[in-house]
């Protein structure tokens, strides 16, 4: 699972809108985001580098908290579904937003609202440590 | 032998055994000095044989190890191009999130 942290200078209605609303996302999602905000509605990502995918809302809690699962739509992995998490909370000066995507084990319609467990402990520390540990460990890895 | 077997393990199995401490340590201990049974790996460990051995068979099943049977002995080894495919997604994911974040905090310190 991939976890980041940023504190940002904004209200959590202010970066609501940047996150959710497809225009400002141009600005720095790196693509095309059509959605609906509705728990069910589908989604459809066109990615400035040709990238496409298209998933489905899970939740939406205005301000605090937005799930949506989503996938390749070539559908050429279907390993490759994941959900990713918006945590918003009001901070000193600002808002301090959580980013959450964890992969998931089916693509499509059957990925829907799974959500992994074990991964309480596993901060992006630790899956930063983890991806130099195994870059190291390859050089001594004998097939 | 588990590397024969056709299709991928389910990318939410891969990383639900890697979100657990103890089988992050094993797959360490495994990289650097398996291929090591489960009692060899146990004597490190403050956890018993049969703890280390379900742990093992969680990794078994993820694809990241692989038992071999050497006489009376099942030892395991790292299976690489398997912690490969993870540390690619979360290297890959991680520099996408970390672009965008960068320019939302961008943009929302200009508005």
Redesign the interface.
């Known amino acids: 699972?991939?976890r980041?942290h940023?504190k940002?200078?904004?209200s959590a209605e202010?970066?609501w809108e940047?996150?959710t609303d497809p225009e400002?996302m141009c600005?720095?999602?790196?693509g095309e985001m059509a959605w609906v905000l509705e728990p069910g509605a589908p989604l459809s990502y066109h990615g400035d580098d040709g990238e496409r995918r298209q998933g489905t809302v899970e939740e939406v809690r205005p301000a605090r908290r937005l799930r949506f699962v989503w996938w390749p739509s070539d559908g050429a992995d279907s390993?490759?579904?994941?959900e990713v998490t918006y945590l918003l909370q009001p901070a000193a000066d600002g808002t301090s937003?959580t980013?959450q995507?964890?992969?998931?084990?089916?693509a499509g319609p059957t990925a829907r609202a799974?959500t992994?467990?074990?991964?309480s402990?596993?901060d992006?520390r630790?899956?930063?440590a983890?991806?130099g540990?195994?870059?190291s460990?390859?050089s001594?890895?004998?097939? | 032998m588990p590397e024969a077997e056709s299709g991928r393990v389910a990318g939410e199995d891969l990383f639900a055994a890697l979100g657990d401490p103890t089988r992050r340590r094993l797959l360490d201990r495994l990289s650097t000095d398996g291929p090591l049974s489960a009692t060899d790996l146990a004597r490190d460990y403050p956890v018993s044989r049969q703890a280390v051995a379900k742990h093992l068979g969680t990794l078994t099943a993820a694809g990241l190890v692989r038992p071999q049977r050497r006489g009376r002995e099942v030892l395991y080894d790292v299976a690489p191009a398997r912690l490969a495919e993870a540390s690619r997604w979360l290297a890959d994911i991680g520099a996408k999130w970390d672009n965008r974040l960068a320019a939302l905090s961008e943009q929302l310190s200009d508005g």
């Open positions: 699972m991939i980041r940023v940002v200078p904004a202010r970066v940047a996150l400002q600005g720095w999602f790196g390993a490759e579904a994941s937003l980013v995507e964890t992969p998931l084990h089916a799974r992994p467990a074990g991964w402990d596993w992006s630790l899956a930063g983890w991806v540990l195994s870059a460990s390859w001594g890895a004998r097939g």
